[in-house]
């Protein structure tokens, strides 16, 4: 059970409408950086966690529903920005840059003339659940595991990404309105990221909880190719060393070693095609 109240979570407000900037902000609604994919992968992590303890499934439910009061910001400043946005050709402005578009070779429909018609057709200049280029968010980027430290890594880059759009968004705004709402949600991401990491921690950190799932008997995996890093080029050269190709494992359970990747299988040889598989005569043998 939910509930809401009619306030939003921190004040937004738009000193001067911009609908290319709206267009932009659509992109932290529905892109796949964006909150709609956050909030519905924790809503779907908590309600599929099993664990002896409700506290991860709380932390995740809580901040699902936090989640959505950020859609609820960000859709309150794409509507803000299209106030006073032109809807017609005849407006000042629209005509010029639509003909400007196609005379430079781009397409109309792609320019923000385009969104904002669809805009005004579809929702009379309010957000909608897409990204900045119009697609419809679809679920595809929602990841839930069941594995709640693969879920918590799944977080922490989801939450990165979202950073680094929004801090994006907030180098490309002069509006000091647009600033403010974007410099918390910055913040959020901030403290989501941590929260995540602070569960590995709690879970072990990566001594613990890798390799993900750590409840697999390791010793069931290939013990001469579970910590190699291989190298690829055709002549041989090793790739330059970094923290991964040498010296312990960070689960502490082996050593990261690199060598040169060489087939260790057969070439592959199929049988003749079926005579029902509609395949040429010389197909079959």
Known sequence: MYYFDKRLQYPVKVDKPDPQFARMLQQAIGGVEGEIRVCMQYFFQAWGNRAPSTKYRDMLLNTATEE???????????????????????????????????????????????????????TGLAAQPVDSDGIPFDMSHIYASGNVAADMYCNVAAESTGRVLATRLYNATADQGMKDMLHF?????????????????????????????????????????????????????????????????????????????????????????????????????
């Open 68 to 122: 959505i009061g950020h859609i609820e910001m960000l859709a309150t400043a794409v509507a803000l920005n299209l106030e006073k946005a032109p809807v017609s050709e005849q407006e000042d402005g629209v005509k010029d840059s639509i003909v400007g578009t196609v005379m430079g070779g781009g397409n109309a429909r792609h320019t923000i003339e385009g969104m904002l018609h669809k805009h005004i057709l579809s």
């Open 185 to 285: 949600m910055i913040a959020r991401d901030t403290m989501h990221q941590q929260q995540w990491l602070a569960v590995i921690e709690e879970l072990g950190g990566p001594e613990g909880v890798l390799p993900i799932p750590n409840s697999f008997p390791q010793e069931q995996e290939d013990q001469a190719n579970n910590y190699n890093f291989y190298g690829h080029a055709a002549d041989g050269t090793p790739p330059p060393e970094g923290r991964w190709t040498s010296g312990p494992s960070l689960d502490g359970k082996g050593t990261f070693t690199m060598v040169q990747s060489v087939p260790l299988g057969q070439e592959p040889v199929l049988g003749p095609a079926r005579p029902d598989s509609a395949a040429q005569k010389e197909q079959m043998g």
